[in-house]
């Protein structure tokens, strides 16, 4: 069988994408298992540049297919901020939320729209690469809810639901995800070839 190799350390994020790929025809593994395999910087100014660098800087140097992803947060409100720099907005995933709560305390609960936006890239290690997009859109709400998920997802309030991000099983919320979204775009392109 086919290894596909996820391009993250983030262990929440390597759980999700190995769930929701699980049904494919391939052994999915983490750069956990290349302990040895280099930091490569997002210097992108998007999702998708970002997402392509990942995936065909990993290809080529664990000879395997890759999937790698981009993804964030963008706030009406803050401009599209933190955008492509959601990880890197504050040191932790709780200093990351407060700053977002600081940054939106005045800002009206109608104007708190924002939307995860996810980039996936698909590397083969002749740099061959696909790319597909999945977004979901919602409110920042004024404080975090749920214990779930990871990231912003407790300050991520989807009114449809009447529920944060944090408040959803892993399963709710892999099918309503922006990753969960670009995930299932992936899986038809990789299923088609």
Same mark, same amino acid.
Do not use: W
């Given at each position: 069988?086919?290894?596909?190799?996820?391009?993250?350390?983030?262990?929440?994020?390597?759980?999700?994408?190995?769930?929701?790929?699980?049904?494919?025809?391939?052994?999915?593994?983490?750069? #956990?298992?290349?302990?040895?395999?280099?930091?490569?910087?997002?210097?992108?100014?998007?999702?998708?540049?970002? #997402?392509?660098?990942?995936?065909?800087?990993?290809?080529?140097?664990?000879?395997? !297919?890759?999937?790698?992803?981009?993804?964030?947060?963008?706030?009406?409100?803050?401009?599209?901020?933190?955008?492509?720099?959601?990880?890197?907005?504050?040191?932790?995933?709780?200093?990351?939320?407060?700053?977002?709560?600081?940054? !939106?305390?005045?800002?009206?609960?109608?104007?708190?729209?924002?939307?995860?936006?996810?980039?996936?890239?698909?590397?083969?290690?002749?740099?061959?690469?696909?790319?597909?997009?999945?977004?979901?859109?919602?409110?920042?709400?004024?404080?975090?809810?749920?214990?779930?998920?990871?990231?912003?997802?407790?300050?991520?309030?989807?009114?449809?639901?009447?529920?944060?991000?944090?408040? !959803?099983?892993? #399963?709710?919320?892999?099918?309503?995800?922006?990753?969960?979204?670009?995930?299932?775009?992936?899986? #038809?392109?990789?299923?088609?070839?």
């Amino acid at each position: 069988m086919r290894k596909l190799v996820v391009a993250t350390k983030n262990l929440g994020k390597a759980r999700e994408i190995a769930e929701m790929m699980a049904d494919m025809p391939f052994e999915i593994v983490s750069l #956990a298992d290349y302990p040895d395999a280099p930091e490569v910087q997002e210097s992108g100014a998007t999702f998708t540049e970002n #997402a392509i660098i990942k995936a065909t800087a990993y290809a080529r140097f664990t000879g395997e !297919l890759v999937l790698a992803d981009d993804s964030g947060l963008e706030v009406d409100a803050l401009g599209g901020a933190p955008g492509v720099l959601s990880s890197r907005f504050a040191p932790t995933d709780s200093e990351r939320n407060q700053r977002l709560l600081d940054l !939106l305390h005045d800002v009206a609960n109608d104007k708190r729209t924002a939307r995860f936006r996810c980039v996936v890239a698909v590397a083969e290690p002749d740099g061959d690469t696909l790319t597909c997009e999945g977004s979901v859109e919602g409110l920042i709400s004024r404080e975090p809810k749920g214990e779930n998920g990871f990231g912003y997802d407790p300050v991520f309030y989807v009114p449809e639901l009447d529920k944060h991000f944090a408040e !959803l099983t892993p #399963a709710q919320k892999n099918a309503l995800s922006h990753r969960g979204r670009a995930l299932e775009k992936a899986k #038809a392109m990789l299923a088609a070839r």
